[in-house]
């Protein structure tokens, strides 16, 4: 027998015999031996102990590929779940996938598990990963598995189902064993337990079975795990900073949003403080759009459902709509809207357009509702009512290119000036299924990668995650401390302008359908907000501080405090003029993030001057208030929106 392995930079070995995952690795070199952890063949990933008897194209995975992580992190939950069986005996198991730094599995417990459970669950953990259990495949019949997780309701239900995601097929499921424990799943794994040397518990939760609400409420366990320990300090270090700047916790101690039972689970109430900061980011954003060739619309919350029937929303998206309002004596149905579009192109619907209007370009503030499931409403990252920087730009093919280059600019430069400068982007590309010609999909795709590549934007391609009605760009910015948030969407859309059947005349004076690009830049601006508190742990830049300057007083001054307050009328001041010690005045004043904090004593009274703090700058002291004024002007500088440079 002879098997050639073709390795991915072309090379070919040849081997006498069947040939596994370790023998493709230790004949390269026993480095690589150590750092590989599984093979790819064809997109599929296999465990190093597969064996193969015929010719293969591999790329071997080692531990510095990301592809691993999840490898690992898998493996991890699989651990997890084996020391809380060692445990708890009578614990049941749900299931247990890597996600985004780490992983979990989710458990019922006959006793409900207490947050410090969780050490004694690690420590089992760290045991088991002292001696090498080898992961070991199998495949048995339905029968024999019901007989082996007979204790085990959800794996029952896994295996009865058939959940090809968990490793069970029609007739057959496959397993993973290691030491005396086993588990449904598909694979692949670390070879053995050795391999998983850095990781923690991090957090317990709580989730519904399969995400469904009438299902029993399971404990959720979360762990991380990496390859080698700096990186699982980095990423420790990294959520510590995280939750000093949960945007919900700042949200609460700066006075800026609250929620209510009352108003139910994934909406907002805006305080004053809060409505502020959301004014001054919807209306710099407004005024660039104006700007740069915008036409603002507005649109209302509800439309009848024959709307949501031509735009395909009833048809496609109906689990994330919000249930109908029925009004029964007039027999008419409406809904919310989940998105903006179909109302933006009932406004150019209701119009003719000639070729020399285009491309028209629609913008506004839209509202949206969205059912999301409870489990992953998230502060103001992830809501049920949240409103969109939306606009929808229709244009002819011929204009696609440009189009997208400028916006993607004007993407760009609008995150730049919130202070996002770090932007990725991601391009998808069209999927198996997919409607409208391949031409125009060329187009549009080459379209939006020629723009990525001009504009300097690092991208990664999402081969065939497109929707089937277009490509797509998302831009996504890094913050403060390092993490990455999707902000940006441009979207081609092949697809709304047939369902409206909406038109333009040409310059041979024939009616053609224009193309359709949706766009949201900041995304929504609760997300939005609350990625910029959490990029700056709260402070504000001062141009979106809701208070800009807090001016404290010592003694009395209150004819020298009128002249001033005169002199920075433009900005968002308050006046702290009780009769307390200024250390107290400070802190509180500090403790509000407000960015700058002028200090006004009898002494200055004469003098013409005042004592100024300003945030991460050395506190000064009798400053002229003409130099103080000047120091406050640039502190305070609204950034300028410029598309070019
Ligand atoms: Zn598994
Ligand atoms: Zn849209």
Redesign the pocket.
Known sequence: MNVDVTLPDGSVKTFDHAVSGFDIAKSIGSRLAKDAICLEIDNVFYDLSAIFESDISVRIVTNSDPDALHILR??S??ILAQAVLNLYPSAEYGV?PSIENGFYYDFLFKEPLKESDLIEIENEMIKITKNAQEFTKSEISKKDAKKLFKNQSFKIELIESAETD??VSEDVVTM?SNDKFS?????P?IPNTTYLKHFKLTKLGGAYWRGDEDNPQLQRIYGTSWFTKKDLDVYLTQQEEAEKRDHRKLGNELNLFTTSNELGSGNFLWKPKGAILRDLIETYSKNAHINNNYDLVNTPHIGKSILWETSGHLNHYKENMFPPIVHEENDETYYLKPMNCPFHILIYKSDLHSYKELPLRYFEFGSVYRYEKTGVLHGLLRLRGFTQDDAHIFCTNDQINNEVKTLLNFSVKLLNSFGLVDIEADLSTKPKKYIGSDEDWEVATSSLKNSLTELDIPFATANGEGAFYGPKIDLHAKDAIGRRWQLSTIQIDFAQPDNFNIEYVNSDNQKVRPVMIHRALLGSVERFTGVLIEHYAGHMPGWLSPVQIDILTIGEVSDYLNEIKEILSDYRINIDDRNLRLGEKLHNSQKNKVPIQVIVGEKDISASTLGINIHNQDNLKDVALTEAVKLIKAELKVPEFSING
């Open positions: 898998h493996s939950a699989h247990g968990e490793g993973y588990d449904l799943c598909k694979g794994h």
